[in-house]
């Protein structure tokens, strides 16, 4: 039996733990929302997340920082990204030295962005070519994950990103509260998809409509899903396209 461990904001990381599940077979998939602390179970353990500010997103800190694995599971992470992935790679295997826990490979996957803070979504055509590109890449993980490979991380950290690691990547820790930038247009019809979507129960729905509770994680997961297109994030967000990936059905959908 395999496991992995995901997060996910727009679905990108869930199509790649499917694709992962799907050539191992038998494996079981499951959020790391749901992580309470248990040994994880499988002779393979992949956990699978998206870049956020050039690292990890705060949720994977906490999960690699607690989570129990047997010593003879063989662990591998796969990180996807929009264009820079920093070191987000590199701090996971870090933190789990740290708890003398090995990670005996890091994989990289270029997937269409979504921090609509920054840009709309990418071309369908452009889209399409990173699912292509994510196939090709995941048989490779699936091959080396089969074969139990030790392998260096992949890793694209040029010395800039290197250089202003620290700067960028410590606004990660103001995400929590950075909730209070959503802005709730009158077009709200009140479905309550946006509470639905959030896997860490950061929406509320009062009076029929969504209130944030200052405990996000920023994977952008209620605007991008809202179907009435009625959160901004502040003005940044206005008249860009939304996105989350087409390929896979979350269980809100
Ligand atoms: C808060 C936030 C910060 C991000 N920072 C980066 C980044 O530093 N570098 C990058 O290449 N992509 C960045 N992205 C883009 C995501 O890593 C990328 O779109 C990923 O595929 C989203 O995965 P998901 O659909 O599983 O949530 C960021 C996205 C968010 C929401
Ligand atoms: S998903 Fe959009 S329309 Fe539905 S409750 Fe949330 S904000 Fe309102
Ligand atoms: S409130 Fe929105 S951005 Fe924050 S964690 Fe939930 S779905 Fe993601």
């Known amino acids: 039996m395999n496991t992995i461990y995901y997060f996910t904001g727009t679905g990108n990381s869930l199509q790649i733990a499917q694709d992962i599940a799907e050539g191992l077979g038998d494996t079981k998939l499951i959020p790391v929302s749901d992580y309470k602390g248990e040994l994880i179970q499988g ?33 591998y992470a796969v990180t ?78 040029p010395l800039l990103t290197k250089i202003l690691f620290h700067k960028f990547y410590k606004q990660v820790a103001n995400f929590p509260t950075n909730d209070k930038n959503f802005v709730l247009s009158e077009d709200c019809s009140g479905c309550g998809l946006c509470s639905k979507v959030c896997s860490v129960h950061n929406i509320e729905m009062i009076n029929g409509k969504p209130n944030w509770q200052h405990h996000c994680e920023m994977c952008l997961g209620c605007l991008q899903y809202c179907p009435k297109r009625a959160i901004e994030y502040g003005t940044k967000s206005i008249n860009r396209e939304r996105y989350h990936n087409p390929n896979v059905k979350r269980v809100f959908e």
């Open 43 to 75: 002779e393979t353990v992949g956990i699978i997340y998206p870049v956020y500010d050039w690292g990890i997103p705060l949720i994977i800190e906490r999960f690699l920082k607690q989570a129990k694995i047997k010593s003879n599971a063989y662990l």
């Open 80 to 157: 996807n990204f929009n264009g820079a992935p920093g070191k987000a790679l590199i701090q996971c295997k870090e933190i789990l030295e740290i708890r003398k826990i090995k990670l005996s490979a890091g994989f990289l996957i270029q997937m269409p962005g979504n921090y609509i803070p920054m840009y709309g979504a990418k071309s369908l055509e452009r889209q399409q070519k990173l699912f292509t590109q994510e196939k090709k890449k995941v048989k490779e993980i699936i091959e080396k994950v089969k074969e139990r490979k030790e392998l260096k991380l992949e890793k694209k950290y």
